[in-house]
C-alpha cells in the first residue's frame, strides 16, 4: 500500500516507518520543510495547506503530528503551542482527505490523557472523558475528525498508553536514571500505568492501517490485566539493570520541577484495549519483565 504518515521523526513515526517500509509499503512522509525526495510532500499546517493531489493513491493516513506533551512546562503559550500543533494538523489532514473522490483510511494520534486521573477505575472505550487540560486537549484533537467521519472517511483514534521503548520518549528520561539507580517511585508510587511497548505500538498502527473497519477510539496499551502501579514498573526496569528503584521523587518536587504537567505525571490510568482484543490482536510484549527487558535492550 501507500500509505502517508505525518510526524514521521518522532519516535513512533519513525518506527512505523520502517516497519512499513520492510514489509513492502511505500511510506509518503509529510513534512514541513521542501521535500527532498518523491517520498517527501510538503505541508503547512499551521497555515491550513496541504494540497489534496499529493494524497492521490494512497490507502491510508496515519497522523502523529504534535508537539511533544512533556518537552517543556505547561505555560500559557506552550499550552497553545501542543493545541495548535495537534488541530491545525488534523484539521487540515481532513480538508484535504474530503477532497478526494474516494475515501482514505485515517488512524488518528490521540493518547491515554482522554481519561485523566481515574484511581484504581478500570477504563476502556467506552467511558467518558476525564477533567483537566490533557484530557480537554485529546477531546478537542478527536472531534477535528468529526467532518472525516461525516464523510464517509474511515477514521480510527489511536488513543496512546506509555510506550516504553529503548530510546527516546518516556524511557530516554527514565533510563539513565535508573542506569544510577535514581528511578524510583513517582509520589507514592501507585499510580497505574498503562503501558505498550513501542514494537507493539507499530504493530498496532499498522493493524489499525490493515483493518479499516475499525473505526473510532481504540486504547493501544498491554490488556488491562497486565497494567502495573508505577513502583512496579520502576522495579521491573531496575531488576533489569540490577539497580535499585526505590528512592522516591515527592510529588512536590514533581510540581516544582514540572509544574502543571507534574499532576498528569502523577496520574493513575488502568486502561483496557477492548477494541484491540477483541479484533484479534496479539501483543509482543505483554508482561512489564519483557517489556523492560526489551527497553533496557536486552531483547
Not at 207 to 219: A, S, T
Not at 221 to 248: E, K, W
Request: glycine share 10%; hydrophobic share 45%; no cysteine.
Amino acid at each position: 500500500m501507500r500509505i502517508a504518515i505525518t510526524g514521521s521523526s518522532g519516535l513512533i513515526g519513525t518506527a512505523l516507518s520502517r516497519a512499513l517500509t520492510a514489509r513492502g509499503d511505500d511510506v509518503v512522509q509529510l513534512v514541513r520543510r521542501p521535500a527532498r525526495g518523491p517520498h517527501e510532500v510538503q505541508w503547512d499546517p499551521a497555515a491550513g495547506r496541504l494540497d489534496p493531489a499529493a494524497l492521490d493513491g494512497v490507502s491510508a493516513v496515519v497522523n502523529l503530528a504534535g508537539a511533544g506533551i512533556g518537552d517543556k512546562r505547561w505555560t500559557a503559550a506552550y499550552k497553545q503551542t501542543l493545541r495548535a500543533s495537534r488541530l491545525d494538523s488534523t484539521g487540515t489532514l481532513v480538508d484535504a482527505l474530503t477532497r478526494l473522490d474516494d475515501p482514505v483510511r485515517l488512524v488518528n494520534g490521540s493518547a491515554m490523557g482522554f481519561y485523566g486521573d481515574r484511581g484504581d477505575e478500570t477504563v476502556d472505550e467506552d467511558s467518558a472523558p476525564g477533567a483537566g487540560f490533557l484530557a480537554d486537549l485529546v477531546v478537542a484533537w478527536e472531534s477535528a475528525t468529526a467532518p472525516a467521519a461525516a464523510a464517509g472517511i474511515p477514521v480510527a483514534f489511536a488513543r496512546t498508553g506509555l510506550v516504553l521503548a529503548p530510546s527516546g520518549g518516556l524511557m530516554g528520561r527514565v533510563l539513565p536514571l535508573a542506569r544510577l539507580g535514581l528511578a524510583g517511585p513517582l509520589g507514592n508510587g501507585r499510580q497505574w500505568w498503562s503501558w505498550i511497548s513501542l514494537t507493539d505500538e507499530v504493530r498496532a498502527l499498522v493493524h489499525l492501517i490493515d483493518h479499516p473497519e475499525i473505526v473510532g477510539p481504540v486504547n493501544l496499551s498491554v490488556p488491562v490485566a497486565d497494567a502495573v502501579r508505577q513502583r512496579d514498573a520502576m522495579r521491573a526496569l531496575g531488576r533489569q539493570l540490577h539497580r535499585p528503584a526505590v528512592l522516591p521523587a515527592p510529588s512536590l518536587a514533581l510540581q516544582v520541577v514540572l509544574g502543571e504537567f507534574a499532576g498528569d505525571v502523577l496520574a493513575s490510568t488502568r486502561m483496557a484495549p477492548k477494541v484491540l482484543q477483541h479484533s484479534g490482536f496479539e501483543w509482543t510484549h505483554s508482561t512489564i519483565d519483557a517489556a523492560m527487558r526489551y527497553a533496557a535492550g536486552h531483547a
